[in-house]
């Protein structure tokens, strides 16, 4: 679970998305930095996805207690994770420079912010940190794929709003926070060149981040209604839901949202 | 003083501590010893017995919003916010917990709070000038949903947290924005990390230990939720700090303890802790407290603290720090009572009148305890 700097490839990838998202600006003002994290993916179920990968390092169940444990982290994010899903072994990589080795070995590397100038890589080596700064998304398959700390950097930043986007009345906001897809009659406004298959940012009517989604359709098409338009990927309320207050057993998706 | 601080002190039983164990719930040991230390024992029992008395507060990001910006907007929703002493930290009289677990705090909120009635309380503030809050009144309002599940909670824009922690951060004399270098000895939930954060604007680093695995999801989740970029957390034993030679501006030492001080929100704790907890927490303080010491730089702060009532878990632990080193000097702090100067047969530094203690009947926030440390200059 070593953090590294970006490779030139990495740098690429990122650059390019920082520019597709309208904020390639604020790339070079940021520290970035890298974990790789290993799948062995002898599965053939679709549906564990990206987002859940992302999920794993987080998805260790929290308790209440003030007592101490001694038990290695990694254990048991291995553990928990095997546990709710039978088909996969999970781990950081230890030292595994960033090469394919395998056809069953899939890599999907974690991307950070962190806004320490003082340290060092070489002290992240020697200190084998849980976590540096804020995740803002993962790299896999060559492919960026921006969690909800990165759709914050956006709106912050791309002010002219020059992204996709859909805004939504305050109804679905309190559905779409907790994993709902989005009906095209909720949506109150949207980026005019939307196209179908494309990531979106779910924002309220605050324009405040509440979600990441992916869209049905293109253009207008998006505000049909009746009909789900944008299934949403991740939310910032599902965590809480499912790990706080343990009502969400029927939501059973984006539990990677967690970014 | 010589540093033999046996622990636990044990303090023999009479009628009263029997009778008041049986009618509010107790282990006899925790009321015997209550009786000896505590302000007007009896009012803080029947204070702490009633779950109307619950305060609640809350925290403001200012990494993410603003305290006026945030009021209004939950006020808006029909939430009632009170200021207190620190301004980013409302009181929240109508929090909406309907039997939910508030993880958040690492404390378990069992009853609604959407009646509580103060008049009780009022009886038994004494004396006000210790009351932490800047207004009392009561118009209690309707039914909310739940603080910890509004839009503005999830998007990290407050941390629900009691006062007195807050207090705790406030005391490590982070100026905004300052380019400090702090060590968080023991983080999960990240209640302290996330306030240390936002005082230093994200800026500097927060080296955030946490040696219990299984709550470092909470963790991760706050430091996300708060848009905190300037952590690195480390899944270690905070007394093993010193093998990783690094050197800290500050130092937290929100300590591992028994809790009695979070018995109103978790009524367990009433039975479930022993003597033999309390040596196994005093111990493990004590270490930790010498090894956050050795790593602070000269005139550098540390902060204590803990949510116990027992001096086994505090004023002995800070003596236990000044008994061996000699550099370690107790600064006074703004709010709450003053430390113990004395327990059983022990004597403490005169200083320790400048830590602090906080009770639920007094300062209705949890029972708390800070001492505030600083290392001499060379
Ligand atoms: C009182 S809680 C900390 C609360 C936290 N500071 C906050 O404000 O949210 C104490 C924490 O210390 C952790 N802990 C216990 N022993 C430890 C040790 N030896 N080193 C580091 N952390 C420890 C516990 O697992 C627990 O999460």
């Known amino acids: 679970m070593t953090f590294r700097n970006l490779t030139n490839l990495e740098e690429t990838i990122l650059k390019r998305s920082f520019n597709n998202w309208g904020i390639f600006e604020i790339f070079g003002t940021l520290r970035i930095l890298t974990r790789t994290l290993v799948l062995n993916a002898t599965i053939s179920d679709q549906n564990t996805n990206v987002s859940k990968h992302d999920a794993i390092p987080n998805k260790i169940l929290s308790h209440n207690s003030c007592g101490n444990s001694s038990s290695n982290a990694i254990e048991k994010y291995n553990n928990n994770y095997q546990g709710r899903f039978h088909t996969l072994t999970i781990g950081y990589s230890k030292g595994i420079e960033p090469s394919e080795s395998g056809k069953n070995i899939k890599r999907t590397e974690e991307v950070f912010v962190h806004s320490n100038v003082k340290y060092e890589n070489i002290l992240f080596k020697k200190l084998n940190p849980v976590i540096i700064g804020l995740k803002i998304g993962t790299i896999k ?26 805004i939504i009345n305050t109804k679905a906001e309190n559905l779409i926070v907790f994993g709902r897809d989005i009906m095209g009659s909720s949506i109150l406004s949207f980026f005019k060149d939307i196209k179908e298959n494309q990531q979106v940012i779910i924002l309220n009517h605050n324009k405040e981040v509440i979600g990441l989604g992916k869209s049905r359709y293109s253009g207008s098409l998006i505000i049909q209604p009746n009909i789900i338009t944008i299934d949403t990927t991740q939310d910032i309320g599902t965590y809480y839901l499912k790990s706080e207050n343990r009502l969400s057993k029927s939501i059973d998706k984006n539990i990677g949202h967690l970014l | 003083m ?54 609640y507060y809350i925290r403001v990001n200012t990494l993410r919003t603003n305290p006026q910006e945030l009021k209004r907007r939950l006020d808006e929703k ?100 300052s380019d400090l270098v702090v060590l968080d000895m023991a983080a999960a939930p990240g209640g302290k990390t996330t306030h240390i954060a936002q005082k230093l604007d994200n800026k500097g680093a927060i080296f ?74 005093s111990n493990r303080q004590k270490k930790m407290i010498i090894s956050g010491f050795d790593v602070l730089k000269p005139n550098g702060l540390l902060i204590y603290c803990t949510c116990s009532f027992a001096p086994e878990e505090n004023e002995m632990i800070i003596q236990h720090l000044l008994n061996n080193h000699k550099d370690a000097k107790i600064e006074p702090l703004n709010y709450g009572m003053d430390g113990l100067t004395s327990f059983s047969k022990y004597q403490f530094d005169k200083k320790m009148v400048h830590t602090k203690r906080f009770y639920p009947h007094i300062h209705s926030t949890n029972g708390f305890f800070i001492a505030k440390i600083r290392k001499k200059p060379n």
Not at chain 1, 145 to 154: D, M, R
Not at chain 2, 3 to 32: A, Q
Not at chain 2, 144 to 160: A, D, F, R, V, W
Request: net charge negative; proline share 4%; hydrophobic share 35%.
């Open chain 1, 141 to 166: 398959n060559k492919k960026f794929s921006p969690g909800l700390n990165f759709a914050e950097f956006v709106v912050k930043h791309n002010r002219n709003m020059d992204y996709p986007y859909v």
């Open chain 2, 2 to 55: 010589e540093d033999n601080l046996d622990c636990p002190v044990v303090l023999t039983g009479n009628e009263h501590s029997k009778f008041l164990s049986k009618r509010y719930g107790y282990k006899e040991w925790m009321i015997s010893r209550f009786l000896n230390f505590i302000p007007h024992p009896e009012k803080m029992l029947d204070y702490v017995h009633d779950s109307k008395n619950l305060h």
């Open chain 2, 78 to 177: 029909g939430y009632l916010l009170r200021e207190t002493i620190l301004k980013e930290v409302f009181e929240i009289k109508n929090p909406g917990f309907g039997g939910i677990q508030i993880k958040d705090t690492g404390i378990t909120i069992g009853r609604q709070n959407n009646d509580v009635n103060n008049d009780n309380k009022d009886a038994v503030t004494t004396p006000k000038d210790y009351d932490l809050q800047s207004s009392k009144d009561d118009d209690l309002g309707s039914k909310q949903p739940s603080i910890g599940s509004t839009i503005e909670y999830l998007k990290g824009y407050y941390y629900i947290q009691d006062l007195s922690s807050c207090i705790a951060v406030e005391e490590l004399e982070i100026h905004a924005g």
């Open chain 2, 208 to 281: 955030a230990c946490e040696l219990n695995s299984n709550r470092l999801a909470s963790l991760l989740f706050n430091l996300s939720r708060c848009f905190v970029q300037n952590t690195i957390v480390l899944n270690i034993k905070a007394e093993e700090i010193n093998e990783l030679e690094l050197q800290f501006d500050r130092v937290l030492l929100d300590a591992p303890c028994t809790c009695e001080g979070i018995i109103m929100k978790d009524h367990s704790r009433k039975k479930s802790r022993n003597l033999v907890d309390l040596e196994t927490c």
